[in-house]
């Protein structure tokens, strides 16, 4: 081999290993829930085993006389996403939040495999052990599509529907855009790298964009999107959910009757307000709340604002609705 070759074998040489050895400083492994729990669980945290080996982490918290809440938290989020409303809805309401499987402190069985259908199913199943009675069933983002499929397919066992930024109607023609992690996530190349990587610099751009305010994406708040998505098993649900590309017609969700309050932050960037608004006009008699300077998570960015509307809301629900 002459010189010229050597030295080009040389370099191939040192960049393969400079890859590889970047590309193991990146890997990330799980991290137990254990170490998970100690960290992220609080003195209201709450574990109910349930059918297919799911061991479901909630909150039931508030005026255990009020009427019932069921928040459901979105996509790689967490029940720790409605704090901030339920620090200020507890005095009046009973407020019971969850994670999803594949989402902070829940346990799922290897395989375990989510649908829409799936996570209303276990929301209502929840909700049913703990005799909430009627309930109005909360969801932003994902979790608004697990809201209103139990208000489609359990509409008997719902008091009221809150819509927060919620995925709905699909994503006409929009597939290209919003933050780059979710880009990523609708490719098989990109699922495949978020697998292992370190993903948290493109959480945190993620974040951004949902927070609209950089100032409320806290490097805490980085750190338990980032932990959370660790938790054993977790990322192969998550990634297997595709970043929620759920979403029904407009014909689909004229079938709801519940009553429903849908909100929506103007400056969302993960679900276009466009969407959220003809989510409002598809179902019969929904009110709609705009919200110029939020974002996708307005119980978070101005949760003394939005709160007030749901209690206005609340206040104004049927004392008994028909099924």
Do not use: C
């Not at 660790?230 to 709801?256: F, V």
């Not at 709609?288 to 978070?300: F, K, N, R, S, T």
Request: charged share 20%; hydrophobic share 45%.
């Amino acid at each position: 081999m002459g010189r010229g070759k050597l030295i080009f074998a040389g370099i191939v040489a040192v960049v393969v290993i400079v890859l590889v050895g970047g590309f193991a400083l990146l890997q990330r492994p799980d991290i137990p829930y254990a170490t998970l729990q100690a960290k992220y669980a609080n003195a209201q945290s709450r574990f109910m085993d349930l059918p297919g080996g799911l061991h479901v982490h909630y909150r039931d918290q508030g005026n255990p006389a009020g009427p019932p809440l069921v928040m459901v938290h979105g996509f790689s989020a967490s029940l720790q996403a409605w704090e901030p409303w339920v620090a200020i809805l507890t005095p009046d309401y009973r407020i019971v939040t969850l994670d999803l499987p594949g989402h902070g402190l829940t346990r799922a069985p290897a395989g375990y495999k989510a649908t829409i259908d799936r996570y209303a199913d276990l929301t209502d199943d929840l909700a049913q052990r703990l005799k909430l009675g009627r309930y109005v069933a909360v969801g932003n983002s994902m979790g608004g599509g697990v809201a209103w499929d139990l208000a489609l397919r359990r509409p008997s066992h719902l008091r009221g529907l809150v819509l927060v930024d919620s995925a709905g109607l699909s994503h006409r023609g929009r597939r290209g855009d919003g933050p780059l992690i979710f880009r990523l996530m609708r490719n098989p190349v990109g699922r495949a790298l978020l697998r292992n990587l370190d993903s948290r610099p493109l959480i945190e751009s993620g974040l951004k964009a949902a927070y609209v305010d950089p100032r409320l994406v806290t490097p805490a708040l980085v750190d338990r999107y980032a932990d959370l998505a660790r938790a054993p098993g977790h990322r192969d649900i998550l990634l297997s959910i595709q970043g929620g590309d759920e979403g029904a017609s407009a014909a689909t969700l004229a079938g709801i009757h519940t009553p429903t309050l849908v909100m929506v932050g103007e400056k969302d960037a993960l679900i276009p307000p466009a969407d959220g608004k003809a989510l409002a006009a598809a179902i019969p008699g929904a009110k709609l709340v705009v919200y110029p300077d939020a974002g996708h998570v307005p119980m978070e960015q101005i949760p003394a604002r939005s709160a007030a509307d749901l209690k206005s809301f609340l206040q104004n629900l049927p004392a008994s609705p028909t099924a």
